[in-house]
């Protein structure tokens, strides 16, 4: 096995990703247009996307991850939006773009039409969520997005199965595919039912960081197996689990959350980043084979299948944020009034991703029979300009879109304010503790060390409330901003007597690391502190 084209896409990719922060570009734009650029370069290998791979392998850390970082609570709080674009919309997009392909290309059967409109049906909401961060789209808009991206994948790979039985001749009917829908949404939500509370207390007794990572990394792995197993939805068995997990992870060993958000993060890089260079990557697979559809005729229904799948969304988006205020009381009571510009953005940030590259892969070549599946390469083509549109014209487009909008900003002196609030409550929680343990004749600690965690203690309350006070003249930093400095200065020159006494062979490596772990940790905690 040839490993280099590996380690190349991997390396290309997490370069590419990382110059991107230096640029106004989203990441995932940047390497789609990079892919774009290198996938006729001399000496570039080729890169298919393998459903195999992509499906069980990259998708279930992918969602992991993003679970995980979500609100449990939020998305709760905004169920019914995120239920009609994850669920309705799919479906929706699935008919109206089967339909229309149906009607503007000649020769294609309504199940193979059908088959490419589940296909593109579901939004990629990664490089939505990350230009939302970015351009500081309101709170409720970003999680109804995050929410339709970690949801929809299990509607559109459910539809497009009930679609594909139908094209390749397995006889599939309205009923039938309506229970594998439902098999699929309420196996897989039952199996992360079944899975969430026996993974956590594994996580909640497991001593060692080590094991309690490892079992982290393979989490998302068993629920998306389990479930596929018996014919549900590892998607949303992953989804399930992962939001129980977030919500939870208070109850978590310290050193674990700090290794596990490490870990993460660095998962979570690289695997977007390679998705991302996938896409373009995949052109000179997509061109090869159109036959009779190549040249102006591809272009041409390319752009056609472009506007529609932009179109349907504006026809679902709109419709599903204002009538259900129209009709039901309860929802005017307890949701937040939607807003014109609100549902723009949600309508406008509809790009398509890696899964639906990846579900195109797997179409088969042959139906029942052994003919040929009906323009299978043109559905690939058809699905690749469809993601590169959307990513390029509707990514590009959507920063300034929400600057033009205008969307009212985060208040910073007002979540200073909350977050002070909420530290002065829990200190003096502590405090009150702290008298507790103390009084007991077996925690007597000399009065030096009692008032040092009096002191910690004082210090955190005081951090948060420091950073509205006023800022220093030479330069710019709050006095809370200074402590942190001088903190990291101080725990920078022990780093250094250490290193140079292991040197000096005063002390070996080994206790060098501890003294390292030790101080890594205090500015870990100085690091989090500044936010």
Do not use: C
């Not at 695997?271 to 697979?285: D, N, T, Y």
């Not at 002390?507 to 502190?529: N, P």
Request: hydrophobic share 55%.
């Amino acid at each position: 096995m040839d490993v280099m084209p590996l380690l190349l896409l991997v390396a290309g990719s997490a370069a590419v990703a990382g110059a991107a922060r230096r640029t106004a570009v989203p990441a995932p734009l940047l390497l789609v247009a990079v892919g774009l650029a290198v996938s006729y370069v001399p000496g570039v290998p080729g890169y298919t996307l393998d459903p195999e791979v992509v499906l069980p392998l990259l998708l279930p850390p992918l969602l992991y991850t993003s679970a995980s970082d979500s609100s449990y609570l939020d998305l709760r709080a905004q169920l019914r939006p995120v239920a009609l674009l994850s669920v309705g919309y799919v479906l929706f997009a699935t008919f109206v773009v089967g339909w229309a392909v149906y009607l503007i290309v000649p020769g294609i059967p309504l199940t193979a039409a059908l088959v490419l409109g589940a296909v593109v049906a579901p939004p990629d909401a990664v490089a939505a969520t990350a230009v939302a961060r970015r351009v500081g789209l309101p709170a409720r808009i970003t999680t109804i997005l995050q929410g339709e991206s970690l949801l929809n994948d299990a509607t559109a790979i459910t539809a497009y199965r009930v679609a594909l039985a139908a094209a390749v001749g397995e006889g599939a009917t309205w009923l039938g595919g309506i229970g594998e829908f439902l098999l699929a949404a309420v196996g897989g939500v039952g199996i992360g039912l079944v899975l969430m509370a026996p993974l956590h207390w594994l996580r909640t007794h497991l001593k060692e960081p080590l094991l309690q990572n490892t079992l982290s990394l393979l989490i998302p792995f068993v629920a998306y197996s389990v479930a596929e197993q018996v014919h549900a939805s590892g998607v949303l068995a992953v989804v399930v689990v992962a939001l129980y997990l977030g919500h939870r992870a208070w109850e978590v060993d310290f050193a674990t959350r700090l290794q596990e958000d490490a870990v993460w993060r660095m998962v979570a890089f690289v695997l977007e980043s390679a998705v991302f260079a996938l896409i373009g990557l995949q052109l000179p697979v997509v061109l090869r084979g159109l036959g009779e559809h190549e040249g102006v005729a591809a272009a041409a229904y390319a752009a056609v299948l472009f506007v529609v799948v932009v179109a349907t969304r504006f026809v679902w988006v709109y419709p599903a944020a204002f009538l259900p205020r129209l009709l039901s009381a309860r929802v005017r009571e307890r949701e937040q009034n939607p807003t014109w510009r609100g549902a723009m953005v949600t309508a406008w940030a509809g790009m398509r991703g890696v899964v639906s590259l990846a579900i195109a892969f797997s179409i088969p070549l042959t139906v029942h029979g052994g003919h040929p599946f009906p323009q299978r390469n043109l559905i690939l083509f058809l699905t690749f300009t469809t993601v590169i549109g959307t990513l390029v014209v509707q990514g590009l487009s959507l920063p300034p879109l929400i600057r033009l909008l205008d969307f009212p900003g985060r208040d910073p002196q007002t979540e200073t304010l909350a977050e002070a609030n909420a530290q002065a409550q829990a200190s003096r929680a502590a405090e009150v503790r702290l008298g507790e343990l103390l009084s007991d004749e077996r925690n007597a600690l000399p009065p030096p060390l009692a008032d040092r965690l009096r002191a910690v203690l004082e210090r955190r309350r005081n951090a948060v409330w420091e950073r509205l006070g006023a800022v220093n003249p030479v330069t710019g930093e709050s006095v809370d901003d200074t402590y942190r400095r001088l903190s990291r200065e101080m725990i920078s020159a022990e780093r250094d007597v250490f290193v140079r006494l292991r040197d000096g062979r005063y002390i070996d490596d080994e206790m060098l690391r501890t003294l390292l772990r030790r101080l890594d940790l205090e500015e870990a905690a100085a690091y989090r502190e500044a936010g």
